[in-house]
């Protein structure tokens, strides 16, 4: 099985603009999940998607958002970048069915901005 | 509230030593315990999890729920398993969303 695909792998962007990240989960996976990494802070949940319904929310800004389509593939939307969003976002899929499903991550999309 | 604690940034061992990476959690319940490793320049993988009881790469962990730990353990630490090494919770209350530390790096010295 191909595993967790995100693109692109890296982006530069300027503050105020917005930018849109996509993740193509594992073949069977209904939940998507997306986290921030950066050193100090680790994984930071963002949100969780399972059959294209947002699930859970961690506590992150009404700038962040996400979308899950009907063939489970998901985006994340950062509007209004701040620098403090520089980081790299991490998508994992799991078949979403219960605490026992683990999590498979992407290779994840590095983002900065300046 | 869930929380899991690596107190260890950085660990260095040799290689032949035993290794054991800390890991504790703050959790009302039953929850679902997992180490994940990162490899140089790899993706962030599950290395094992508490239902399993297996033993993966020669890493053990056992789940301590009166002192609410999960530590990682190996007896004879190898060149390979140098990475950055995260704790993970999961359990019936939170949501789907899996509590992760802020994680180890370990080092282990030829």
């Known amino acids: 099985k191909a595993g967790v695909t995100q693109t692109p792998r890296y982006l530069i962007k300027t503050r105020g603009q917005q930018v849109t990240l996509s993740c193509s989960p594992i073949s069977g996976h209904r939940s998507v999940s997306w986290y921030q990494q950066t050193p100090g802070q680790g994984l930071q949940f963002l949100f969780e998607?399972?059959?294209?319904?947002?699930?859970n929310k961690g506590n992150f800004p009404g700038r962040f958002s996400g979308r899950q389509f009907s063939n489970s593939r998901s985006e994340m939307n950062v509007s209004t970048l701040e620098l403090g969003d520089s980081a790299l976002y991490l998508c994992?899929?799991?078949?979403?069915?219960?605490?026992?499903?683990?999590?498979?991550f992407g290779n994840g999309t590095r983002l900065t901005v300046t | 509230a869930q929380r899991v604690t690596q107190p260890e940034k950085l660990l260095s061992v040799f290689k032949g030593a035993p290794v054991e990476l800390k890991c504790n959690y703050s959790?009302?319940?039953?929850?679902?315990l997992f180490w994940y490793v990162q490899y140089s320049r790899q993706r962030l993988q599950l290395l094992l999890r508490h239902i399993s009881r297996e033993s993966i790469k020669g890493f053990t962990a056992d789940l301590n729920k009166g002192e609410t730990s999960f530590h990682l353990k190996k007896p004879f630490a190898q060149e390979e398993d140098s990475a950055m090494y995260y704790c993970?919770?999961?359990?019936?209350?939170?949501?789907?969303?899996?509590?992760f530390g802020t994680g180890t790096s370990l080092t282990v010295i030829p």
């Open positions: 959790y009302s319940g039953s929850p679902e």
């Open positions: 998607y399972f059959s294209e319904t947002q699930r």
């Open positions: 994992a899929s799991s078949l979403g069915q219960g605490i026992y499903s683990p999590l498979h």
């Open positions: 993970a919770l999961s359990g019936p209350n939170t949501g789907n969303q899996f509590y």
